[in-house]
């Protein structure tokens, strides 16, 4: 029996020096590469061998950017930086790959949850837009600094989803494997990819549609959802992702995979239709062409009546008349059209309504010229400002304003109330005129909390502004 046991003690010890050993020999490649802190943003810690070039690091000041309108989007801001790893040959690449999931072997760049780490392979192996494949890492990073148990499908859907790499092509494939009957369980496959690597784009495709449903077709929950995170995200906790989709769909999991999947049945069936309609589209021009050269061929087989006399009761035509004729009003699209003005009401004139204000005229300056008023004047919020710059938002020249410079005013093209006091204390202006109304809640008692408070209240009203008051103009009809 000791001798067994002994044994037994000799062989554990071999099994982890041969795993010591594995570990130290996966790391060799990175060691002798000599990599390098390269490039540093609040978002990104970029580590490669040698200096960037100036493409690659115009490339990481533009994913930098697509960070910030990410977390914008959702609501949600983490510390820390992402660490990203350009690893140099497709070797050191392979070897890194060494015992990670099947799928990472075939794939641009992968995540190691283990080391906090993004890989990326090195360019000259990439086959798709890197810009879009480092995003697809950062959100799987992303996710992991706010979830303690998020499902593999909300990880995938969410980076195939917001780094735009759905495009036509993903969705004639969606339709095709529908029509084949295939689809994947997103239920089932919580925690692991599909067995068989056939099946590997239909989950990427219909973990993208689940994320397109959630926020969709459901947005008021698609925020009620994000808005817990945040909250768990300010306490410094991770949130349970169970937890906060129940609270925020009031559903299970289960129940919402069953009316996803009527859904995406309806979908296909909904881009079927439209596919039908655009192969009509394309035809009809050839249809009406073939018309067209029909009715020639049939004209030239008509006789030739320009050759005969014509009747001595003919009144000539008076040249007169000619220069004299009228030249119909063409639509030329190149002149310029004045602007369309557009007021924008809140109570005091302090957060929404001057953010509203900066904002469009920023954003849609060609076509639109903002102005901005409250019931009653008050002074404008310096959060709101610090928000606006932080946003590459211009703020010179903004002020409070009282409601009664504007009540005389006859040439507004639409009012917009963006909170219920100042919808029920709307003028009645000179000339009549659209009003619209948004309800969006006052970040203003939060003006005196600490920043790391404050602010996100600040930047969730700045992008409800751009869902609701930019979304409205942009599609305004002229």
């Not at 802190?37 to 950017?65: C, F, I, W």
């Not at 925020?223 to 169970?242: C, H, I, M, Q, T």
């Not at 925020?248 to 979908?267: C, E, G, N, P, V």
């Not at 204000?357 to 002074?379: I, M, P, T």
Request: net charge neutral; hydrophobic share 40%.
């Amino acid at each position: 029996m000791p001798g067994t046991i002994y044994k037994r003690t000799i062989r554990v010890c071999l099994l982890k020096s041969g795993l010591f050993f594995l570990f130290w020999l996966l790391l060799l490649p990175l060691w002798s590469a000599n990599y390098a802190l390269q490039y540093k943003s609040p978002n990104l810690a970029v580590y490669a061998g040698h200096a960037l070039e100036p493409a690659v690091k115009q490339t990481m000041q533009r994913l930098d950017a697509r960070i910030d309108d990410l977390q914008m989007q959702v609501g949600v801001y983490v510390q820390g930086r992402a660490g990203i790893w350009l690893v140099e040959s497709p070797k050191a690449y392979q070897e890194l790959a060494l015992g990670k999931a099947p799928i990472v072997e075939f794939s641009e760049a992968f995540y190691s949850g283990s080391e906090g780490r993004i890989y990326l392979r090195p360019f000259t192996e990439l086959k798709d837009d890197y810009l879009k494949t480092l995003l697809h890492e950062y959100l799987h990073w992303y996710l992991e600094q706010l979830f303690s148990k998020a499902p593999l499908w909300f990880h995938e859907g969410m980076a195939m989803h917001f780094s735009g790499q759905m495009g036509f092509d993903n969705y004639l494939f969606f339709l095709q494997q529908g029509l084949l009957g295939r689809s994947s369980d997103l239920y089932r496959l919580s925690s692991s990819y599909p067995a068989r690597q056939s099946d590997w784009p239909v989950f990427y495709l219909s973990s993208s549609l689940a994320i397109r449903y959630m926020s969709g077709k459901h947005p008021e929950n698609w925020k009620s959802f994000w808005d817990l995170v945040a909250y768990y995200n300010r306490k410094g906790e991770k949130a349970d992702f169970s937890h906060c989709f129940i609270m925020a769909y009031r559903i299970s999991l289960y129940d919402f995979h069953q009316s996803y999947a009527k859904w995406q049945r309806k979908l296909r069936w909904t881009y079927l239709l439209w596919g039908l309609n655009a192969a009509l589209v394309l035809i009809l021009p050839w249809v009406v062409v073939l018309g067209y050269r029909k009715r020639r061929r049939l004209m030239h087989a008509m006789p030739d009546f320009s050759d005969q006399e014509k009747p001595s009761n003919a009144m000539p035509l008076n040249p007169e008349w000619q220069s004299q004729a009228t030249i119909p009003y063409l639509y030329n699209p190149d002149v310029q059209r004045p602007k369309r003005k557009v007021l924008i009401l809140c109570t005091g004139n302090s957060c929404r309504s001057i953010m509203a204000e900066a904002l469009v005229n920023n954003l849609l300056k060609d076509s639109w010229l903002a102005y901005s008023a409250g019931v009653k004047a008050s002074e404008v919020n310096p959060k709101a400002v610090q928000v606006l710059q932080e946003a590459g938002i211009p703020t010179e020249g903004l002020r409070s304003k009282g409601i009664e410079e504007f009540s005389e005013r006859s040439d507004l093209d639409l009012v917009i109330t963006v909170c219920d006091n100042a919808k029920q204390s709307c003028p009645i202006f000179l000339q009549p005129v659209k009003t619209v109304h948004f309800d969006i809640p006052d970040p203003a008692p939060w003006t005196n909390e600490p920043d790391e408070t404050a602010l996100p209240m600040f930047r969730e009203t700045l992008l409800q502004i751009r869902e609701t008051v930019i979304s409205l103009l942009q599609d305004y009809p002229v």
